[in-house]
């Protein structure tokens, strides 16, 4: 037994890049599911691993399983309700089953870019809520930038009409879900790690993501090309369980969390620029990337816009005019 035991331990710890955790602290394993390099997450969760264990050693140690490697955002808010996990950052498109609040976020053609939505999201009104799904036992701890949405598919998409008929594969919210049916696109829910194949065997013709994702997980390969559309957004929730973090001492508690407004303010400021440099990485592997003409843009707009009316009495129409007015 003691050697059947030991085997699994073992292909886990070669499998993933472990920190080596000692004895006596207190162990935070964070899930995540995009790739580590070059991806806004990715870089943030890593600092944030390197900082816990060089400052909190003896204290903390954050183990990070990046790629869906221990959960996919579908599993991870549950395991965090039973423990198994101690941090995680889900789009904010993956929070419908706990709280409504973020639906705002999926909108499309809210925010302008990323600045905007980082000036609500530090609004009292943002900031509040951080402390939205406390009576379903989560905390959220801080939003992570990725950056602006765009759309890629197996055909040429430059007017929005170009999609109708296509599958597209969606992350599982209802406010994406109508914008993809205003489009005439049938949205297909399905979890990250499951996107790449799902395209490249034609389960689903198109998808929609940031440069970062796009880039990191090959999706651009396995497209017709990507069309910089940016109407919507993808920003994360560092969240954790009440539980958890009522069990720490105030001091260690104080300190994670100093550290992690720091990472947060450091990596926030650079998500754009890592986008930016996924593009490009894009374009010089040989990814096609389409600009829309400002009639073809006028024309996305008006055919996704209407979904704000759908959603205007479950979201608050006060709360879709607060977002708004953090645009310049
Ligand atoms: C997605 O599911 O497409 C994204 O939310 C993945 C991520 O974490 O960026």
């Known amino acids: 037994t003691a050697l059947a035991l030991a085997v699994p331990a073992v292909t886990l710890t070669a499998g993933t890049a472990l920190a080596a955790c000692d004895d006596g602290e207190i162990v935070v394993k964070f899930a995540h599911v995009t790739n580590t390099d070059r991806h806004p997450k990715g870089i943030a969760a890593s600092l944030l691993q390197d900082r816990v264990n060089e400052e909190m050693n003896g204290a903390m140690c954050v183990e990070v399983f990046p790629n869906s490697t221990l959960y996919n955002d579908d599993q991870v808010l549950e395991a965090m309700l039973q423990g198994d996990v101690q941090l995680a950052a889900p789009s904010l498109s993956k929070f419908e089953a706990f709280t409504k609040v973020f639906q705002v976020f999926d909108l499309p053609f809210v925010f302008q870019d990323i600045d905007a939505v980082d000036r609500f999201q530090l609004s009292d009104d943002g900031q509040a809520m951080l402390d939205s799904m406390q009576r379903r036992g989560l905390q959220g701890l801080g939003f992570w930038h990725n950056g602006m949405k765009q759309m ?177």
Not at 203 to 219: A, M, R
Not at 270 to 299: C, F, H, M, Y
């Open 152 to 328: 890629s598919a197996n055909v040429a998409l430059e007017m929005p009409g170009d999609a109708s008929g296509l599958k597209f594969r969606v992350q599982p919210s209802d406010v994406i879900v109508a914008q993809m049916e205003a489009i005439g696109v049938s949205p297909q829910p399905m979890a990250f790690s499951e996107v790449y194949g799902a395209l490249q065997t034609g389960v689903v013709d198109g998808q929609e993501n940031t440069w970062s994702n796009i880039y990191g997980q090959k999706f651009f390969e396995v497209q017709d090309g990507v069309t910089e559309t940016n109407h919507g957004i993808i920003d994360y929730l560092v969240v954790t369980s009440v539980d958890w973090l009522d069990s720490l001492d105030a001091d260690v508690r104080d300190q994670f969390m100093t550290i992690l407004a720091e990472v947060t303010e450091t990596r926030n400021a650079e998500a754009t620029a890592v986008n930016e440099a996924a593009k490009q990485s894009i374009i010089d592997a040989g990814g096609v990337v389409r600009q829309l003409t400002p009639e073809a843009r006028e024309a996305w707009v008006e055919a996704m816009k209407p979904v704000w009316a759908q959603f205007a009495d479950s979201i608050g129409q006060e709360n879709i005019d607060a977002a708004v007015s953090y645009n310049n």
